[in-house]
């Protein structure tokens, strides 16, 4: 076939072709290339049906799965030593798929009191207009035990809690639930499997916002699950059906933070120990919430759960000045930035009423023991002395 004009040669010249000279050259690419293609080509239909029948490997459509999807996966698989990952568009995309893979009308889920904003409201609200029944757990309320009922097909817990960071008994709640048959999901964004691996703890599926520390760097929305392979195959048709993959450029870019993650959790945790133990010392400052630290109640269950002595970045204090300070500070710091995120190369303060928890009740706040005074901090990459001056800083201006 000859393409003659100028359209069909600027079309058809440097296409996906090029890639079949390449892969059979002498030389590979370092790293994996970014595939930007909504769809691959097959000589005949029969290539098509393999794909489709498992008989061969290979990619069709980009939504269903694509090769930078795949790469960025097993690197997640590889840090948390699972048999498989999966990588969505979002955090929340990761979570309501692996929620509605498990459930169907009329059933029924445990799930802990404090979780992440979006994730209590879609747990609250939302699941409801499916024909879904939520129980928390929590004082007064009841264990996974007592409120687990014939119905009910998930149980779904945080590793660190925001912003008190508590920390449960993963290895407990996994023998609760799998002593009742029911699979336990854990949110593990907080700690990264650089500091806790739920899976390893006896968790069927964890889940993750890689907006926060997997990618690491403040630049992506992504989530991710793992797990065994025959447990994510129906959150993979969930993510085929819905369309929530994650395109190729956050892929590799996620891909590529994934190499230091190791580096920046070791990093991240130190710089919060510091920064804790100095925030405890600080007369302006009523109490910290850290699970490093030996003033916390979840220390043991922490120190017993997670790797190599770390406790991650994430902290939180309640400043005795109230709402006043907290607003104070936000202003005075210079250098740490009010962002309604976390887990980023910097430093960055957050404030629970006005952004993660702002849809919560009063009655839920008081119960979650978030206040108008307390602020988190995601302790950064930084020089840990700086963090300090700068939080010394600002608090001298309150
Ligand atoms: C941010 C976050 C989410 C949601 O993730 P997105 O990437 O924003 O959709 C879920 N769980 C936790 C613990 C989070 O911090």
């Known amino acids: 076939m000859a393409w003659d004009g100028i359209s069909s040669r600027l079309i058809h010249s440097g296409d996906g072709q090029f890639q079949r000279r390449l892969a059979a050259s002498a030389s590979l690419p370092e790293t994996f290339p970014l595939y930007l293609t909504s769809v691959f080509t097959f000589g005949d239909a029969g290539a098509v049906d393999a794909i489709y029948e498992k008989k061969a490997e290979g990619y069709i459509y980009s939504r269903m799965a694509s090769p930078n999807a795949d790469a960025a996966a097993s690197v997640i698989a590889a840090a948390e030593d699972s048999e498989d990952a999966l990588v969505f ?6 979570i309501a798929a692996t929620v509605l893979s498990l459930v169907q009308a009329g059933d029924h889920l445990v799930a802990s009191p404090v979780l992440y904003g979006g994730a209590r409201e879609f747990f609250a609200n939302e699941l409801r207009r499916f024909g879904v029944e939520v129980s928390f757990t929590g004082p007064g309320r009841g264990t996974v035990a007592s409120l687990a009922r014939p119905n009910t097909r998930l149980v779904y817990t945080e590793t660190i809690s925001n912003p008190l960071m508590q920390v449960p008994d993963i290895r407990e709640l996994a023998g609760e639930a799998g002593r009742l048959g029911i699979p336990l999901v854990v949110d593990n ?58 395109g190729p450029v956050e892929c590799r870019l996620l891909a590529r933070s994934l190499r230091t993650l190791d580096l920046r959790m ?55 000045g109230g709402e006043k300070d907290a607003l104070a500070l936000i202003r005075a710091i210079g250098g740490v930035p009010f962002a309604p995120s976390l887990a980023g190369a910097a430093a960055t303060l957050s404030y629970a009423v006005k952004t993660s928890h702002r849809l919560y009740s009063p009655l839920d706040l008081a119960e979650a023991g978030i206040t108008a005074g307390q602020l988190r901090l995601s302790v950064g990459l930084e020089d840990a002395g700086d963090i300090v001056t700068a939080l010394e800083d600002g608090l001298r201006c309150l």
Do not use: C, W
């Not at 568009?89 to 990761?94: K, L, W």
């Not at 797990?227 to 993510?239: A, H, K, S, T, V």
């Not at 109640?297 to 994430?314: C, I, K, T």
């Open 189 to 246: 964004t907080f700690a990264t499997p650089a500091v806790a691996r739920p899976l390893a703890l006896g968790a069927d599926v964890a889940v993750y916002s890689a907006t926060k520390y997997l990618g690491g760097h403040s630049d992506i929305i992504a989530g991710a699950v793992t797990g065994n392979r025959d447990r994510l195959e129906g959150i993979r048709r969930f993510r085929i059906l819905y369309g929530t993959i994650l």
């Open 89 to 94: 568009s979002s955090g929340m995309a990761a």
């Open 266 to 320: 070791a990093r991240h945790s130190e710089n919060g120990l510091q920064v804790a133990l100095f925030l405890e010392s600080h007369p302006k400052v009523e109490k910290v919430f850290y699970p490093g630290l030996a003033s916390s109640p979840s220390r043991a269950v922490a120190a017993r759960q997670f790797l190599n002595g770390r406790f991650g970045g994430m902290l939180s204090f309640n400043l005795r």
